[in-house]
């Protein structure tokens, strides 16, 4: 979710290069609703690195405190307006609550959900509405089918180009430099690791020019019941599960396959020029 405060964030005109401090831990004491109502205090910590960050180390290392702090000045309801017209909405079809943890990833949402809003990020900001089932046809003998049903794709621009593009370039480097390098093949790659709170559940969401793909590791019983700690998993013994360690290999091992028959193909975006380099 820290996606939808970033471009949020870029379309409000901050700088990628903008250094903000993320300590380990901080309580922040400023947040309000959409209807202006304060929220009390709310405390954040990281798990991977902290210390001065910008856009690209602070979500190359996904960093909880570095993105909380960005949006004490990006408007939440702009966050939530992205977000929901990419497609994402709660896994039960309700909007999206807007509250502090929503920069974290607090609302629960589907792989599909996820998978859409990626793909819009490559699509320059361009969001199609994702289906389960792209068309049904009734089987009428050999070769010949007759179709039953297909699926009409709407398309609508969520955000402009640049914005898109500049956060496609700023994923790209989570890929390159940061917690998601363990998803590499041989195709320019983007994307996010997500761990959430005690190891409920890890995802990696991503996508490479042609494909977008999200990948959710839990236990459908319940995460934080059933947490990813101290499992055996095909022999090897699991002391904690990230994004990076289970959901990361599931997405490289699928997007290998996916991308089979597709021919290479490199990012083509516009990113604003002076953006375009790691800093």
Same mark, same amino acid.
């Given at each position: 979710?820290?996606?939808?405060?970033?471009?949020?964030?870029?379309?409000?005109?901050?700088?990628?290069?903008?250094?903000?401090?993320?300590?380990?831990?901080?309580?922040?004491?400023?947040?309000?609703?959409?209807?202006?109502?304060?929220?009390?205090?709310?405390?954040?910590?990281?798990?991977?690195?902290?210390?001065?960050?910008?856009?690209?180390?602070?979500?190359?290392?996904?960093?909880?405190?570095?993105?909380?702090?960005?949006?004490?000045?990006?408007?939440?309801?702009?966050?939530?307006?992205?977000?929901?017209?990419?497609?994402?909405?709660?896994?039960?079809?309700?909007?999206?609550?807007?509250?502090?943890?929503?920069?974290?990833?607090?609302?629960?949402?589907?792989?599909?959900?996820?998978?859409?809003?990626?793909?819009?990020?490559?699509?320059?900001?361009?969001?199609?509405?994702?289906?389960?089932?792209?068309?049904?046809?009734?089987?009428?003998?050999?070769?010949?089918?007759?179709?039953?049903?297909?699926?009409?794709?709407?398309?609508?621009?969520?955000?402009?180009?640049?914005?898109?593009?500049?956060?496609?370039?700023? !994923?790209? +480097?989570? &890929?390159? /430099? $940061? *917690?998601?390098?363990?998803?590499? @093949?041989?195709?320019?790659? %983007? #994307?996010?690791?997500?761990?959430?709170?005690?190891?409920?559940?890890?995802?990696?969401?991503?996508?490479?020019?042609?494909?977008?793909?999200?990948?959710?590791?839990?236990?459908?019983?319940?995460?934080?019941?059933?947490? !990813?700690? +101290?499992? &055996?998993? /095909? $022999? *090897?013994?699991?002391?904690?599960? @990230?994004?990076?360690?289970? %959901? #990361?290999?599931?997405?490289?091992?699928?997007?290998?396959?996916?991308?089979?028959?597709?021919?290479?193909?490199?990012?083509?975006?516009?990113?604003?020029?002076?953006?375009?380099?790691?800093?």
């Amino acid at each position: 979710f820290k996606v939808f405060t970033m471009m949020a964030a870029l379309e409000n005109g901050t700088s990628p290069f903008k250094t903000i401090n993320s300590p380990a831990k901080k309580t922040f004491y400023n947040f309000r609703g959409c209807d202006g109502a304060r929220f009390p205090p709310y405390e954040v910590e990281n798990s991977t690195r902290s210390g001065p960050m910008n856009m690209y180390t602070g979500t190359a290392y996904s960093v909880n405190t570095y993105y909380v702090g960005l949006a004490e000045f990006t408007p939440l309801c702009r966050m939530a307006e992205i977000a929901e017209g990419m497609g994402v909405t709660k896994g039960n079809g309700e909007k999206l609550e807007r509250v502090p943890s929503f920069r974290l990833g607090s609302n629960e949402v589907t792989p599909l959900g996820m998978a859409g809003a990626y793909a819009a990020i490559a699509n320059h900001g361009r969001y199609c509405a994702t289906h389960g089932i792209d068309s049904v046809e009734r089987f009428k003998g050999r070769d010949t089918r007759e179709p039953i049903y297909k699926t009409e794709v709407t398309c609508n621009q969520v955000v402009s180009e640049r914005v898109a593009d500049t956060a496609a370039r700023i !994923l790209v +480097n989570v &890929v390159e /430099n $940061g *917690t998601g390098r363990a998803v590499q @093949f041989d195709r320019p790659v %983007a #994307g996010k690791t997500v761990t959430t709170d005690s190891n409920a559940a890890v995802w990696f969401n991503g996508f490479t020019p042609q494909v977008a793909s999200s990948v959710w590791v839990g236990d459908p019983r319940g995460g934080f019941r059933y947490p !990813l700690r +101290n499992l &055996v998993i /095909n $022999g *090897t013994f699991v002391q904690a599960g @990230f994004g990076s360690t289970l %959901a #990361g290999p599931v997405f490289r091992s699928s997007m290998i396959a996916a991308h089979q028959d597709l021919p290479w193909q490199n990012f083509d975006g516009d990113p604003d020029p002076n953006l375009m380099e790691f800093a």
